[in-house]
């Protein structure tokens, strides 16, 4: 299933509780909002950026681990969707952004720094992608912020829930959050008398209790949603919309050549096939040309056996920072008079998240094959990241004697599983973008345990034969999750009782379920 692509014919509610989901403070308000949309026959998602420690949950609520909607938090592309909204919704963006510089005095460019705005509107891009009907909050902190922010800029109704008075930084917003929301539940008592002494009797019209009754509550949720369609103007709400920001047209035309992206997360095999791929005769595929950390060294990691003068590389660097479409035109052209007949490159998923010209560059070339990287056991993955990352070794030649075996590595467990359930959703958001393109999927597991298979299966997706497939690297993660764990139990403890307990599993990767 893709939450992007599969769209059943029902109303959908986008809830914000709190950073973390699953929550013991927040179980009982997610319980009565679930049952609420059974009534109405809509779907809800709980967007979030954390997740618990499962030890710390009752076990009716592990089940709910990696079921919402878990917006990564790298800050890089925050800043990226920034300027997607900016340039979307330019009106909107703009009233919203001069509504805080006149709160906090701040200038316009200090507002869009500041990481609560820029968390929100990354959430409101994924909610753009999801396209919800419906912005649902919990409290006044930073949840009911978000949700704000993401109504503003999707132009959707918003139910901003609020059970008790509580400290919050947001305490201030909090008049103006009830006079902008479509509906406010609140209970009887202190806090709903003096929302009514701040804001005025204007305020009545929109409030309702749960005590009311959740039929009550389904009417006038129902009557909101009936009330405020998605007012004109308001961006495009579909996958593709949301994942790009400037679409092109045409970019990257090469007649006689075939391009081709290999694409994936880190340690999801790609080393493994950009050297396999290295010795064809017709196929030629650079390495990763928009890595940030190459590209803040200044290396250029062309295509092999294709030379360039100094000037030249240096030339080719002006070109990646002004116009990565231009680059890939390049590497086409280049490829061409090395006598290729298929020419691409290796993309990792973060590289095209903190760049958006080089995802709105590439959905534009018509016809882009595609070498989709997964791998079924997220565990491995990133026990195999975490120690990449540890020793920065992530290349072993197939050449080299003996490899020292890597240390055990503790995970931390609330990390892992926050990686496990962003990659998902990261891994959908590629497949969505890409959708309706030539594309091969290959598993990890699968596909190094038969190279070749993998070789017949690139030779129809790039139409050109291919000869055996002979890795230049080797693989230098453990054999044994156990061994390789240093607090495994914990880790195992930790997945059994969730959908992923699957990959606890031992033995040949290649083996493996798939979860995706």
């Known amino acids: 299933m893709n939450r992007f692509l599969d769209r059943p014919a029902r109303h959908r509610f986008a809830v914000l509780l709190a950073p973390e989901f699953p929550s013991v403070a927040h179980a009982s308000a997610h319980s009565q909002i679930v049952e609420l949309a059974e009534r109405l026959t809509a779907a809800v998602a709980v967007f979030h950026t954390a997740m618990p420690h499962p030890a710390s949950l009752p076990t009716k609520l592990r089940s709910q681990i990696g079921t919402g909607f878990c917006v990564s938090p790298i800050p890089m592309i925050h800043a990226n969707d920034a300027e997607h909204w900016r340039d979307v919704a330019p009106q909107r963006f703009a009233a919203l952004i001069d509504s805080f510089v006149q709160m906090t005095a701040m200038s316009e460019a200090a507002v869009v720094l500041r990481q609560d705005v820029q968390t929100a509107l990354s959430y409101a891009r994924w909610m753009q992608a999801w396209a919800p009907d419906l912005v649902w909050s919990c409290g006044a902190g930073a949840a009911a912020f978000t949700a704000m922010v993401a109504a503003h800029l999707l132009g959707l109704p918003r139910v901003l829930q609020l059970d008790a008075a509580e400290p919050s930084e947001y305490a201030p917003l909090l008049p103006r959050q009830v006079e902008l929301a479509d509906l406010v539940i609140v209970p009887p008592g202190a806090l709903r008398d003096g929302l009514l002494a701040q804001v005025g009797e204007s305020l009545l019209p929109k409030l309702v209790s749960w005590q009311d009754g959740h039929h009550e509550l389904a009417r006038r949720v129902h009557a909101v949603l009936g009330a405020k369609a998605v007012a004109d103007g308001a961006p495009t709400r579909t996958p593709r919309a949301a994942f790009l920001t400037r679409p092109q047209r045409g970019g990257a035309a090469e007649p006689g050549v075939r391009p081709f992206l290999l694409l994936g997360a880190e340690r999801t095999g790609s080393n493994l096939l950009v050297g396999a791929l290295a010795g064809q005769s017709q196929i030629l595929c650079a390495d990763e040309l928009f890595n940030p950390r190459l590209q803040r060294e200044q290396q250029m990691p062309w295509l092999p056996?294709?030379?360039?003068?100094?000037?030249?590389?240096?030339?080719?660097?002006?070109?990646?920072?002004?116009?990565?479409?231009?680059?890939?035109?390049?590497?086409?052209?280049?490829?061409?008079?090395?006598?290729?007949?298929?020419?691409?490159?290796?993309?990792?998923?973060?590289?095209?998240?903190?760049?958006?010209?080089?995802?709105?560059?590439?959905?534009?070339?018509?016809?882009?094959?595609?070498?989709?990287?997964?791998?079924?056991?997220?565990?491995?993955?990133?026990?195999?990241?975490?120690?990449?990352?540890?020793?920065?070794?992530?290349?072993?030649?197939?050449?080299?004697?003996?490899?020292?075996?890597?240390?055990?590595?503790?995970?931390?467990?609330?990390?892992?599983?926050?990686?496990?359930?962003?990659?998902?959703?990261?891994?959908?958001?590629?497949?969505?973008?890409?959708?309706?393109?030539?594309?091969?999927?290959?598993?990890?597991?699968?596909?190094?345990?038969?190279?070749?298979?993998?070789?017949?299966?690139?030779?129809?997706?790039?139409?050109?034969?291919?000869?055996?497939?002979?890795?230049?690297?080797?693989?230098?993660?453990?054999?044994?999750?156990?061994?390789?764990?240093?607090?495994?139990?914990?880790?195992?403890?930790?997945?059994?009782?969730t959908r992923w307990a699957t990959f606890l599993q031992e033995g040949p990767e290649g083996a493996e379920v798939a979860e995706r």
């Not at 920072?321 to 890939?328: S, T």
């Not at 595609?370 to 030649?397: E, G, K, M, P």
């Not at 993660?477 to 607090?487: K, P, T």
């Open 305 to 497: 056996g294709v030379t360039a003068a100094a000037a030249e590389v240096a030339a080719l660097r002006r070109l990646r920072a002004a116009d990565p479409g231009g680059l890939h035109a390049r590497l086409l052209a280049d490829g061409k008079r090395a006598g290729a007949a298929a020419v691409g490159f290796k993309l990792l998923y973060f590289h095209g998240l903190v760049d958006q010209r080089v995802l709105d560059h590439l959905a534009s070339v018509e016809d882009l094959r595609i070498v989709h990287l997964v791998r079924s056991n997220r565990l491995r993955r990133w026990l195999s990241f975490q120690q990449a990352t540890a020793s920065d070794r992530w290349f072993a030649a197939a050449t080299a004697g003996a490899t020292a075996a890597a240390q055990p590595m503790s995970l931390e467990v609330p990390a892992m599983l926050a990686d496990f359930a962003c990659h998902e959703v990261i891994e959908e958001r590629y497949r969505a973008l890409f959708a309706g393109r030539a594309t091969l999927e290959l598993e990890y597991g699968r596909f190094v345990a038969d190279l070749a298979g993998t070789a017949r299966q690139l030779a129809q997706l790039l139409e050109c034969p291919l000869a055996t497939l002979q890795p230049r690297s080797k693989k230098t993660g453990v054999e044994s999750l156990a061994h390789g764990i240093s607090n495994w139990h914990e880790v195992r403890d930790a997945l059994l009782g």
